[in-house]
């Protein structure tokens, strides 16, 4: 193909393949160094070519968040898929269609509910199956999972590693703390109790099972301690973005995504330009708390240039420092936006441009919907 | 068909077939009393079935938001179809297919750059074809369009209507700032102002073109002095959300929209509920500097539960006051959360489920992309 990234139509969104090649390959040798598992989670970009390049061409071993996300990797020929999904009940009948679809698709159990459940369709597994389970830690982020020094937690194991019709395959543990933090030590410090925490999990538990952890930001700084565990399960890394970076996961240049977008009109009175990048193609996410007012992205190479509004179509951008000469920003000039949150602006585009340099090479469609 | 809305999978967009058509009507009749052209704009729900509606079956006179929604509308019937966004060089192709398929295509010019860009492209204008131009006015929103006491606006009205090969078709205004409003009072006084600078700018001019103006809050609120004016833009009030119910344009149950999800799990040790609706069926818009923190949503008839978090795919429901006793959402519940801002929730969706009562009784597929 002879087509230029600056023959696209904006606003658009890029992938860079080297660098998502590269950020696939690092965490491969990462969890190799480690000796650990890799489990990659599929969800921010949700497209086959990118979980091919995850799981190194294997097409096995992968984390979902949704059923449509299970059901497309299951029909691109991907096996070994974890829901890393609470199971519930409204969602169970498609849960066994999957189960008998592949050689393993494993369930996340997140309360007594969950165990209840299955349970509750153990005489609906096809003939010769069984329900792989994965028990969700909540290691105090308190969001899903039992707590880990529960007795549910205890007694919901032993159910699944006594039960004929299930297999208990890991603890695992998200650790969605670890966005949370604020310093590289106070990171180290989370990380180091989290473990501590499984390991003593582990023997109380005294059964055999692996132990799992999540989040981009975990798994991208390990400690030697991680050796300790069995499978990592980062999604994030695949682009990483703004939100990683400023947690210290990755450097400006390993983050493989952008949005790209043309300057479309000036303001000069009022010091701004516009830009064919509204909400609808960035996303609000990253107006958090703890950022300052609206740093919600990084515009490529302009230090001193800001987002500073986003309507539905139409982005607004002004100097951080002094006047903006709207005469160095002509309209039709190409702005590249390196997003807060990868997961929430890759979902707002239904096909993502990747390149190599300045050569358009392919097009990727992600799954979408539930 | 008989589908119930409880056989949905969550999470899911529901709209409500009765009251969109009520929407709808009621913006009809508005205009109607008025004297006034409605120009109805499709960039909240993007559908052929909702803009059916707008229109009156007429599938004439719309405004949109991209070139994928011209396309879409004009590929599918429709025709008279205002592109309400700023021409540009890059988008100019597209742009003339448009002009050569429809009877009316026309396109908004918001600075000299958007002339420059029109007159650059008149000979390749098809046969007996002309640009039809809608010239953006900014009373004082500062986003985009020529501010309406400029020199460059008037220049510009001038250049088109004197040029053979345009027409002058409409001197345009978002009143964006109708969304900023605090108190009804305000809405007025701004609106009077609106009038009244159009009026002015139109006396100066003294050339034979319609005036529009846009923006739901505007419109669903009117005085009496719109009358001096031609057309209406609104396009929020199709569905209408939390966001214009917030500033007084609507009535909770005048919302078309909402979101369906399900109690998935629960931490009562937290005081927490969660359900399958994260950032991916919601979408984060909403955390505006003016609303109490995080208030950006309803939770239909549980005035006192209140999102407080949403991750990817799951979202955290908490007591406004008092404990929250989980036992009173058990898993599976079903709950209707009503979107801060229904065109940033839409988008994040491929279809809609549109019912009456309790059947759903239509799948509405709204175009996406650029």
Same mark, same amino acid.
């Given at each position: 193909?002879?087509?230029?990234?600056?023959?696209?139509?904006?606003?658009?969104?890029?992938?860079?393949?080297?660098?998502?090649?590269?950020?696939?390959?690092?965490?491969?040798?990462?969890?190799?160094?480690?000796?650990?598992?890799?489990?990659?989670? $599929?969800?921010?970009?949700?497209?086959?070519?990118?979980?091919?390049?995850?799981?190194?061409?294997?097409?096995?071993?992968?984390?979902?968040?949704?059923?449509?996300?299970?059901?497309?990797?299951?029909?691109?020929? *991907?096996?070994?898929? !974890?829901?890393?999904?609470?199971?519930?009940?409204?969602?169970?009948?498609?849960?066994?269609?999957?189960?008998?679809?592949? /050689?393993?698709?494993?369930?996340?159990?997140?309360?007594?509910?969950?165990?209840?459940?299955?349970?509750?369709?153990?005489?609906? !597994?096809?003939?010769?199956?069984?329900?792989?389970?994965?028990?969700?830690?909540?290691?105090?982020?308190?969001?899903?999972?039992?707590?880990?020094?529960?007795? /549910?937690?205890?007694?919901?194991?032993?159910?699944?590693?006594?039960?004929?019709?299930?297999?208990?395959?890991?603890?695992?543990?998200?650790?969605?703390?670890?966005?949370?933090?604020?310093?590289?030590?106070?990171?180290?410090?989370?990380?180091?109790?989290?473990?501590?925490?499984?390991?003593?999990?582990?023997?109380?538990?005294?059964?055999?099972?692996?132990?799992?952890?999540?989040?981009?930001? $975990?798994?991208?700084?390990?400690? /030697? /301690?991680?050796?300790?565990?069995?499978?990592?399960?980062?999604?994030?890394?695949? *682009?990483?973005?703004?939100?990683?970076?400023?947690?210290?996961?990755?450097?400006?240049?390993?983050?493989?995504?952008?949005?790209?977008?043309?300057?479309?009109?000036?303001?000069?009175?009022?010091?701004?330009?516009?830009?064919?990048?509204?909400?609808?193609?960035?996303?609000?996410?990253?107006?958090?708390?703890?950022?300052? !007012?609206?740093?919600?992205?990084?515009?490529?190479?302009?230090?001193?240039?800001?987002?500073?509004?986003?309507?539905?179509?139409?982005?607004?951008?002004?100097?951080?420092?002094?006047?903006?000469?709207?005469?160095?920003?002509?309209?039709?000039?190409?702005?590249?936006?390196?997003?807060?949150?990868?997961?929430?602006?890759?979902?707002?585009?239904?096909?993502?441009?990747?390149?190599?340099?300045?050569?358009?090479?392919?097009?990727?469609?992600?799954?979408?919907?539930?």
């Amino acid at each position: 193909m002879d087509k230029k990234i600056c023959d696209l139509s904006t606003p658009c969104f890029l992938v860079d393949l080297e660098k998502t090649k590269r950020n696939c390959e690092h965490m491969i040798r990462t969890c190799k160094e480690l000796n650990l598992h890799l489990r990659p989670h $599929t969800k921010t970009h949700k497209t086959i070519e990118a979980a091919i390049l995850q799981t190194n061409g294997t097409k096995r071993c992968i984390a979902v968040s949704t059923l449509a996300e299970a059901e497309f990797y299951a029909n691109n020929g *991907f096996d070994d898929i !974890l829901l890393a999904y609470p199971v519930t009940e409204d969602k169970i009948k498609r849960c066994l269609a999957l189960v008998k679809q592949l /050689d393993k698709f494993q369930v996340m159990v997140s309360g007594k509910d969950g165990l209840q459940c299955l349970e509750d369709h153990i005489s609906d !597994l096809p003939k010769g199956k069984v329900w792989f389970v994965v028990i969700e830690v909540d290691l105090g982020y308190g969001r899903t999972g039992f707590p880990w020094d529960s007795d /549910d937690l205890i007694k919901t194991a032993k159910a699944v590693s006594l039960a004929t019709k299930m297999k208990l395959e890991q603890l695992y543990a998200h650790c969605g703390n670890s966005y949370a933090v604020k310093s590289i030590k106070e990171r180290q410090d989370l990380q180091y109790e989290n473990i501590a925490r499984l390991r003593k999990l582990q023997a109380k538990l005294n059964i055999d099972c692996s132990i799992g952890v999540g989040s981009t930001p $975990t798994c991208s700084l390990p400690l /030697d /301690d991680n050796k300790l565990l069995s499978e990592f399960h980062p999604g994030n890394y695949v *682009f990483y973005d703004y939100m990683q970076h400023l947690i210290g996961s990755c450097t400006e240049s390993s983050i493989a995504c952008r949005v790209m977008t043309r300057v479309i009109a000036h303001k000069q009175e009022k010091n701004t330009i516009l830009i064919d990048c509204g909400f609808m193609a960035l996303g609000h996410d990253g107006k958090k708390e703890r950022l300052p !007012l609206l740093d919600f992205c990084l515009i490529q190479g302009e230090s001193n240039l800001k987002l500073i509004e986003m309507a539905q179509e139409i982005g607004k951008i002004a100097a951080k420092e002094g006047e903006l000469d709207c005469r160095l920003y002509p309209v039709g000039t190409i702005l590249y936006i390196i997003p807060y949150h990868s997961c929430c602006t890759s979902a707002l585009h239904a096909e993502y441009q990747v390149h190599v340099g300045d050569a358009v090479v392919e097009t990727w469609k992600p799954v979408r919907g539930w």
